[in-house]
């Protein structure tokens, strides 16, 4: 059985060094939501199996080599012969604010649909679905895809959890509402930071109540450097964030989901998920990159360390 299994697109990254117009090197990776997490469950212990369309080309390529690299099982991916893989770009702009630009209209990942869906669980029932709100704003097939993988994990008793990662390059807070709020009736966990959370709910009304009312069983809110909460319906924890020298927020909500995912499927209470949660995303901001800086199981107690040990 895999633990998680998510779907999505990965893109090709390129990291400058500053800003783009002055020229200079830049570094190549991966990068995308659904991907990371994969990688930080992966490298926490869990089976993880990330599902996407990739390019037939070398960026493709190095998509799938990477999750590979890293103990993802891509098996039921597939690769488009005409549409390119995506990219992204990141360039720090000011201090730790980082600039983003893609270029993924017409891609491979676009191309996801039902069909990728219904091949993934072929390959065996999930423990937990993870799917975002970037996903179903790729097209009507991404869209699509992310509606049956909701209904068909419900139906064989997996948890569904619903990361929102509303992204206002890709389309509007009234589109995303169109598309995410009949996937709650399907899901179990949702997360959202709390500006996102108006995309589930009507203005005005109040989110814990209405996402309960919809059959959620669980709210987990990011607050970045003020912590975050989990919420049911009659308990609520909070916990502060791990404070580490921040190097790069990129990827930090997808090291968050990931260590919460991972403390779920080791049947933490909330109080220990949101442990974990804190810590993963503590390692995604002290280290640059997506998810390079991402723990070992091994690994989660360094940053109980005196600052300046040399673990020997």
């Given at each position: ?136 704003a790729l097209g009507d097939g991404p ?103 921040v190097v790069d927020t990129v990827g ?19 109080t220990g998920r949101l442990d974990r ?36």
């Amino acid at each position: 059985m895999t633990d998680v299994l998510t779907f999505g697109e990965t893109m090709a990254a390129l990291r400058a060094g500053g800003p783009l117009r002055l020229g200079g090197q830049l570094s190549l990776s991966i990068a995308g939501a659904e991907a990371n997490v994969a990688i930080g469950l992966a490298r926490l212990g869990h089976a993880a199996r990330w599902v996407g369309v990739t390019g037939a080309d070398e960026m493709g390529a190095l998509v799938l080599r990477t999750l590979r690299a890293e103990g993802v099982d891509v098996s039921g991916c597939a690769v488009s012969p005409d549409a390119p893989t995506g990219l992204i770009i990141f360039e720090p702009r000011v201090a730790d604010v980082t600039r983003v630009t893609y270029y993924r209209s017409g891609s491979a990942g676009s191309q996801l649909s039902e069909a990728e869906v219904v091949a993934a669980f072929e390959l065996g029932r999930p423990r937990v679905l993870h799917v975002t709100g970037i996903t179903p704003a790729l097209g009507d097939g991404p869209a699509a895809a992310v509606m049956r993988a909701a209904a068909q994990a419900k139906a064989v008793g997996a948890t569904v959890c619903l990361d929102v990662n509303h992204r206002a390059r890709l389309w509007s807070v009234e589109r995303a509402a169109a598309a995410l709020r009949p996937l709650l009736s399907s899901v179990d966990v949702v997360v959202a930071s709390e500006d996102e959370l108006p995309v589930l709910v009507d203005p005005g009304a109040d989110p814990l109540t209405t996402l309960f009312g919809a059959g959620v069983r669980e709210v987990v809110v990011k607050r970045g450097g003020d912590g975050a909460s989990a919420h049911r319906p009659n308990l609520t924890v909070d916990r502060p964030a791990r404070r580490v020298p921040v190097v790069d927020t990129v990827g930090a909500g997808d090291a968050f989901v990931a260590g919460y995912l991972s403390g779920l499927l080791d049947d933490l209470d909330l109080t220990g998920r949101l442990d974990r949660a804190v810590t993963t995303g503590a390692f995604a901001v002290a280290a640059r990159g997506d998810w390079e800086g991402l723990p070992t199981r091994a690994e989660l107690a360094l940053l109980d360390a005196v600052p300046g040990t040399t673990v020997r």
